[in-house]
């Protein structure tokens, strides 16, 4: 079975939407990779379940449901489904905003206020009006995720291909065991009282 993937045509749509921040929400099953690619907009990559793998040419990342990573406009990088995965994720128009968002890729560590308005806004429509309750909430968003900036599960790559091999061995490991201690976490249902 082909597990590599390209990036989708239909991100077009999410790429060239008119308002400056637009959610996207995809499942995909464990093993499924996304070759090496870069959007023109900043990405906001949060997985509400499920664990990934993600890299750029420097750096590893491994995202457990309690982890993301803010991807700035212009980096390459590809992930891999460690197992099922249900992606939450945003695509930033950051010149649109005076809210200053890092320039290289940052870890976040995923708040509970965080979980939950990236759930909420998987449920928006790609287009929305100006000061609506989704522009509104979406700000917030942004606003929380800048808040949560940490360094995050990361092993800097180097540049030594030796180092590398053994790298993404130790990565693939460790997301087994995180999967293995937290368990799947599928819930999306929002908090309760």
């Given amino acids: 079975m ?108 995923i708040t509970p206020l965080l979980r939950e308005l990236l759930i909420r806004a998987s449920y928006f429509p790609i287009t929305y009006h100006p000061d609506s309750f989704e522009e509104r909430l979406l700000r917030l968003t942004l606003e929380e995720t800048k808040h949560a900036f940490e360094c995050g599960l990361k092993l800097p790559m180097g540049r030594d291909k030796r180092l590398k091999k053994y790298a993404i061995r130790y990565w693939k490991i460790l997301g087994m065991y995180v999967h293995w201690q937290i368990g799947p976490m599928k819930s999306e249902q929002p908090l309760g009282r």
């Fill in 2 to 109: 082909n597990t590599d993937h390209s990036p989708n045509a239909h991100l077009e749509q999410w790429e060239n939407a008119k308002n400056p921040v637009v959610s996207m929400s995809k499942e995909y099953p464990a093993g499924h990779h996304i070759l090496p690619h870069q959007h023109q907009r900043g990405q906001l990559i949060y997985a509400s379940a499920g664990t990934m793998r993600l890299r750029t040419c420097d750096e590893y990342w491994l995202l457990p449901p309690f982890r993301g990573v803010w991807m700035p406009p212009y980096v390459e990088h590809e992930m891999t489904a460690s197992t099922s995965v249900s992606l939450r994720t945003l695509y930033v128009n950051v010149e649109s905003f005076t809210l200053s968002l890092p320039n290289h890729p940052v870890g976040i560590g």
